[in-house]
């Protein structure tokens, strides 16, 4: 299906609606064509916060103005979408960001006047606006506020036929994700109508969704808007001087036009007429030429690198040959020493054979000896005398056990009597305290005297309680709760006073305040010291955990605390009388105690006294026995002693024999290890021989040799005679270096490639001289195997070095040839293009003209020279204009940037700035878009300037759309086509209230037949 071209045609803006733009609301906004209409706002402290740059900067992106970039996607159109953070105060939690929305706009015939209202609209409650009619009066007005519509089975707010020349709605449906814009449209006139914002934003959804696709089975997007919609003609130009677009052209009305620079004031025009497009195209042609230079440079530099690496190449295959030949000479070298090494091998082995056979008969030697020994030993060692001298050590040690035993058991006896006769005497003293009692009256007295001391104990300890509290207390009043605090601060030279000392609490109050309120920490152990010397306080109570330090500079705390009181002269007095009355109790009851004390002392002694007499009678009976005991121990002991005297001769003879032969036997096993020794160390040598034939690997260096031992000899006896004499390690380290220098020849760079097999052997070889040599064969063998196969690689490649010098200077010839053509298209295209502008801006110069004549002036033009194209092909052409104008009738021209008064320099820019829309529009319905339209204009020119671009527009059939501020809107009401106030009263409000619309003029007929079909109301009810 090919796509369609062109579809709204002549036709013009009559109405636009948002819906999830920014914050305006969903209601649909009419507007008059070819006249100046303005956009004022109400937000809730002035004018701004209303939407008033984002209900422009939506007309602009609907009319295709090429700012937004639509060849690259329009992304920044995306940025239009209600924001819930930015919308309220606390938007982003009642509300949720829009991630799609969009920009419904109605196009008619440009001379469409009315529509015929829908069958089932009512009349207006109000009736017709009052005053003249439009076809007869040129200043009537009429306001039309929309209110909320009513309910519609369609959806849609009124009908228009379906003919061919009717009116069309188009819609652009803009997402937060890619595709950033899609475009549908229908004829006729199809809007979302619903009685609430959300209803409306959910009927949209449902529009869009019945719209037939733009583009057979997707939707036009971004980049073929303004073609499909507008044929690729220009409709809209604008000034956004606000952040809704990521760029912002200069703005010719948004400061004095002689504080702005040639350059910026040329950046306007382009921006306004289209010529960013013609600028951008030179700035390729430029690019195309520099790359081509660059390609051209480029193939020199490639022609003069590959002779370099060339040169290298060749240079590498030259050490490549040497390589061959050093490993070649490090292989011989690798030979010599393999028959050196074997050679070397043989004639040591030949030694070590006859040390072999001297050691195995040493070893045989020394197993005899220790075999006469050892039958000398076990002669010796029969065990005849040990079982005698066993028999006599158990006899003797019996006897002198029971011996042993006898004496303790005498000694314990005569200790025993000792004790007892020792315990008489004191018996016999104490005895005499009794005075004739005996135990049990002597018990009975001691009870009745306890029972009266324990009841005097019991008074006395409560006595000693109440006097240390009344003690304490008394300390407490005269030291202070924090006594311990003022010691230590003193005893290091820090004055301080307690807390509480320096608090009086009245009378009626010390029982509130005395233990619940003041006693305790932290004010028990507060002290006040001064701020200056709060650290040194704080040093001084390290040792006293718990202590408050109070300053000027705050409360510190000394780690932890443990127990208070007020009023220092009342607690002092009150404190020494109780401790005086409780002092005088104690005495009273230590004298009560120490009478007790001393009844129980005497009870005590009688019952001792008694008891020592029932004691002393037993102690006289067990003496008696003790002393028959000890007569019969000393009978027996006197029998045993010849015994024991004649076993202790008998086992000393024995034992004497028994030493005498172990000594014999001790001095043979000397002899014994003595010959095993020898024999070990003659075992140790052979085995020492023998791992020493083994380690030198005969038969495995005659393999390494390929031969026989009289081979490897006659090899060597072949050699010159500087060589021969060569030791193994010699031809090692000779055929280590010239490998190492092959092996760089080959490899001569240290991160150069190295084939995987030799790279692993190479990698294998580190370590120690025992590991290369192990691999020197194989990595030699590898290396070698590279060189072969490389060298009919580098015969090759000195062929294909020729070849590629002849090749690359013919590039390089096509390549300066290919510079010098884009040279010379380049400078064909910027005249092409320098004529191009010219004929803009010409046309910008004569419409510049025609209005400055027409408007009061005596003639305007600009001048342009054509500057040099930049050398940076990055660098924008960066064009000058200077607007001129005559000042009088007659005269010549003056530049813009003389000093004038401020009205001509105002009028002088509003008439640039339509003569570049004019001059860009092409003959069709061209929009220009204005922020802050006025903002740089002084009171008594304000009016002026906006009658002027009513006027202008009115004229030549160009739609001015101008937000303004609030110091605006007396100068704009009157002198306007079409007046447009967007309303929001609060900030906690996410969307504005509906909009207030006021035609004028002739355009108020068109107003009000729009109003029928985008203000439907409920039955009964109407525009206001």
């Known amino acids: 299906m090919s796509q369609m071209e062109n579809v709204v045609g002549d036709r013009v803006l009559i109405a636009v609606q948002a819906v999830n733009i920014s914050r305006l609301s969903t209601h649909p906004v009419p507007t008059v064509p070819g006249t100046l209409i303005v956009v004022a706002g109400a937000g809730p402290k002035d004018s701004n916060g209303a939407g008033k740059s984002s209900f422009i900067a939506s007309i602009t992106a609907l009319l295709g103005d090429e700012q937004w970039r639509f060849a690259s996607g329009a992304k920044a159109v995306s940025e239009l979408l209600f924001n819930a953070e930015l919308a309220s105060g606390a938007g982003a939690r009642q509300w949720a960001s829009a991630d799609h929305g969009y920009?419904?706009?109605?196009?008619?015939?440009?001379?469409?006047?009315?529509?015929?209202?829908?069958?089932?609209?009512?009349?207006?409650?109000?009736?017709?606006?009052?005053?003249?009619?439009?076809?007869?009066?040129?200043?009537?007005?009429?306001?039309?506020?929309?209110?909320?519509?009513?309910?519609d089975e369609s959806g849609e707010l009124f009908e228009v036929p379906d003919t061919s020349g009717g009116a069309v709605t188009v819609w652009l449906r803009v997402n937060q994700e890619a595709p950033h814009l899609e475009i549908r449209w229908r004829e006729g006139v199809h809007l979302a109508a619903s009685p609430?914002?959300?209803?409306?934003?959910?009927?949209?959804?449902?529009?869009?969704?019945?719209?037939?696709?733009?583009?057979?089975?997707?939707?036009?997007?971004?980049?073929?808007?303004?073609?499909?919609?507008?044929?690729?003609?220009?409709?809209?130009?604008?000034?956004?001087?606000?952040?809704?677009?990521?760029?912002?052209?200069?703005?010719?009305?948004?400061?004095?036009?002689?504080?702005?620079?040639?350059?910026?004031?040329?950046?306007?025009?382009?921006?306004?007429?289209?010529?960013?497009?013609?600028?951008?195209?030179?700035?390729?042609a430029r690019r195309d030429e520099h790359a081509k230079r660059v390609r051209a440079a480029q193939a020199a530099d490639r022609l003069a690198e590959f002779e370099v690496e060339s040169k290298a190449l060749v240079g590498t295959f030259d050490r490549r040959d040497q390589a061959r030949v050093r490993l070649a000479e490090a292989l011989r070298c690798w030979r010599g020493r393999q028959a050196r090494k074997l050679a070397d091998a043989a004639a040591k082995d030949e030694l070590l054979a006859a040390d072999l056979t001297r050691h195995r008969a040493a070893g045989e030697s020394a197993a005899e000896a220790v075999a006469l020994v050892k039958a000398e030993i076990t002669t010796l060692g029969e065990d005849t005398l040990d079982r005698q001298v066993s028999q006599a050590r158990k006899e003797l040690a019996a006897?002198?056990?029971?011996?042993?035993?006898?004496?303790?058991?005498?000694?314990?006896?005569?200790?025993?009597?000792?004790?007892?006769?020792?315990a008489i005497p004191?018996?016999?003293?104490?005895?005499?305290?009794?005075?004739?009692?005996?135990?049990?009256?002597?018990?009975?007295?001691?009870?009745?005297?306890?029972?009266?001391?324990?009841?005097?104990?019991?008074?006395?300890?409560?006595?000693?309680?109440?006097?240390?509290?009344?003690?304490?207390?008394?300390?407490?009043?005269?030291?202070?709760?924090?006594?311990?605090?003022?010691?230590?601060?003193?005893?290091?030279?820090?004055?301080?006073?307690?807390?509480?000392?320096?608090?009086?609490?009245?009378?009626?109050?010390?029982?509130?305040?005395?233990?619940?309120?003041?006693?305790?920490?932290?004010?028990?152990?507060a002290v006040i010291v001064d701020a200056g010397r709060l650290g040194e306080a704080a040093r001084a109570l390290a040792e006293l955990p718990g202590s408050v330090l109070v300053s000027s500079a705050g409360v510190s705390v000394v780690g932890a605390f443990e127990g208070v009181a007020t009023g220092r002269e009342a607690r002092i007095k009150a404190a020494g009388q109780r401790l005086n009355r409780a002092e005088d109790a104690q005495e009273s009851a230590a004298e009560v105690v120490r009478e007790a004390e001393e009844a129980v002392a005497e009870a005590q002694r009688r019952l001792e006294g008694a008891r020592a007499g029932v004691r002393l009678?037993?102690?006289?009976?067990?003496?008696?026995?003790?002393?028959?005991?000890?007569?019969?121990?000393?009978?027996?002991?006197?029998?045993?002693?010849?015994?024991?005297?004649?076993?202790?001769?008998?086992?000393?003879?024995?034992?004497?024999?028994?030493?005498?032969?172990?000594?014999?036997?001790?001095?043979?096993?000397g002899r014994r290890q003595r010959h095993e020794a020898e024999r070990a160390q003659a075992r140790e040598q052979e085995a020492k021989v023998t791992a020493e034939r083994e380690a030198l690997r005969l038969d495995a260096l005659a393999a390494d040799w390929g031969g026989t031992v009289e081979t490897a000899r006659e090899w060597i006896q072949a050699l010159p005679e500087e060589e021969r004499p060569r030791a193994a390690e010699e031809w090692w380290r000779i055929a280590e270096r010239h490998f190492d220098q092959a092996l760089r020849d080959t490899f001569p760079e240290e991160d150069a490639e190295i084939p995987e097999e030799l790279a692993f052997l190479l990698s294998e070889r580190g370590g120690s001289t025992a590991r290369e040599q192990a691999t020197f064969a194989a990595v030699c063998g590898a290396l070698a195997s590279y060189l072969r196969g490389q060298e009919e690689y580098e015969k090759h490649q000195r062929?294909?070095?020729?070849?590629?010098?002849?090749?690359?200077?013919?590039?390089?010839?096509?390549?300066?040839?290919?510079?010098?053509?884009?040279?010379?298209?380049?400078?064909?295209?910027?005249?092409?293009?320098?004529?191009?502008i010219k004929a803009r801006l010409t046309r910008v110069a004569e419409e510049f003209e025609k209005l400055d004549t027409s408007y009061g002036g005596y003639g305007a033009t600009l001048e342009f020279p054509v500057p040099p194209a930049p050398a940076d092909p990055e660098q924008r052409w960066q064009w000058r204009v200077t607007p001129k104008w005559r000042r009088g009738e007659g005269q010549g021209f003056v530049p813009y940037n003389r000093r004038?008064?401020?009205?001509?320099?105002?009028?002088?820019?509003?008439?640039?700035?339509?003569?570049?829309?004019?001059?860009?529009?092409?003959?069709?319905?061209?929009?220009?878009?204005?922020?802050?339209?006025?903002?740089?204009?002084?009171?008594?020119?304000?009016?002026?300037?906006?009658?002027?671009?009513?006027?202008?527009?009115?004229?030549?059939?160009?739609?001015?759309?101008?937000?303004?501020?609030?110091?605006?809107?007396?100068?704009?009401?009157?002198?306007?086509?079409?007046?447009?106030?967007?309303?929001?009263?609060?900030?906690?409000?996410?969307?504005?209230?509906?909009?207030?619309i006021v035609g004028h003029d002739q355009h108020a007929e068109r107003v009000r037949a729009l109003a029928a079909y985008v203000d439907r109301g409920q039955v009964g009810e109407g525009p206001v």
């Not at 010390?510 to 028990?524: F, I, K, S, V």
């Not at 590039?811 to 005249?831: F, I, M, P």
């Open 103 to 151: 920009i419904v706009g109605v196009f008619g015939p440009p001379g469409l006047d009315s529509f015929a209202p829908p069958e089932h609209t009512p009349e207006p409650a109000t009736g017709p606006a009052t005053g003249p009619t439009a076809e007869s009066a040129t200043e009537s007005a009429t306001e039309l506020t929309l209110t909320e519509d009513g309910d």
């Open 617 to 669: 009678a037993e102690l006289e009976t067990k003496l008696a026995e003790r002393r028959e005991r000890l007569v019969g121990l000393n009978a027996a002991i006197e029998e045993l002693a010849p015994k024991v005297a004649e076993g202790e001769r008998q086992a000393g003879a024995l034992d004497f024999r028994a030493r005498t032969r172990d000594m014999e036997i001790e001095r043979l096993d």
């Open 399 to 422: 006897l002198q056990s029971r011996a042993t035993k006898l004496d303790a058991d005498r000694a314990v006896a005569e200790n025993s009597a000792d004790e007892l006769r020792a």
């Open 196 to 284: 609430s914002e959300a209803e409306r934003v959910a009927r949209a959804d449902e529009i869009w969704a019945s719209l037939p696709r733009s583009a057979g089975k997707r939707d036009v997007v971004a980049r073929d808007l303004t073609k499909v919609l507008y044929g690729d003609r220009v409709r809209c130009v604008s000034f956004l001087s606000t952040s809704v677009r990521s760029k912002v052209a200069t703005n010719l009305l948004s400061q004095p036009l002689n504080e702005i620079s040639p350059e910026r004031v040329f950046e306007a025009i382009a921006a306004l007429t289209g010529l960013d497009a013609e600028l951008e195209q030179e700035r390729e």
């Open 799 to 836: 062929r294909q070095i020729e070849a590629q010098i002849v090749s690359r200077q013919r590039d390089l010839s096509a390549a300066a040839r290919g510079a010098e053509e884009a040279a010379q298209s380049t400078a064909v295209h910027r005249a092409a293009r320098t004529a191009a």
């Open 900 to 996: 004038a008064n401020t009205a001509l320099m105002d009028e002088k820019a509003v008439k640039l700035v339509c003569a570049a829309a004019i001059a860009s529009s092409g003959g069709g319905h061209l929009c220009l878009v204005l922020d802050e339209l006025g903002r740089n204009l002084g009171k008594e020119h304000r009016r002026e300037a906006v009658a002027l671009f009513r006027r202008i527009g009115e004229t030549y059939g160009i739609t001015v759309i101008g937000a303004l501020q609030d110091d605006m809107e007396p100068y704009a009401i009157d002198a306007c086509g079409q007046y447009v106030k967007l309303r929001r009263s609060s900030d906690a409000m996410p969307y504005n209230e509906p909009p207030v």
């Open 426 to 525: 004191a018996l016999e003293e104490t005895r005499r305290f009794a005075d004739g009692r005996d135990v049990p009256a002597a018990e009975g007295e001691l009870r009745e005297t306890r029972l009266r001391l324990n009841q005097a104990l019991k008074a006395l300890g409560v006595a000693d309680q109440e006097v240390s509290s009344a003690q304490a207390a008394l300390d407490d009043a005269e030291g202070g709760p924090a006594a311990a605090q003022l010691d230590a601060l003193s005893a290091a030279g820090v004055g301080a006073t307690g807390l509480l000392d320096a608090l009086d609490v009245a009378e009626q109050a010390r029982d509130a305040a005395h233990p619940a309120g003041l006693r305790g920490w932290p004010h028990e152990h």
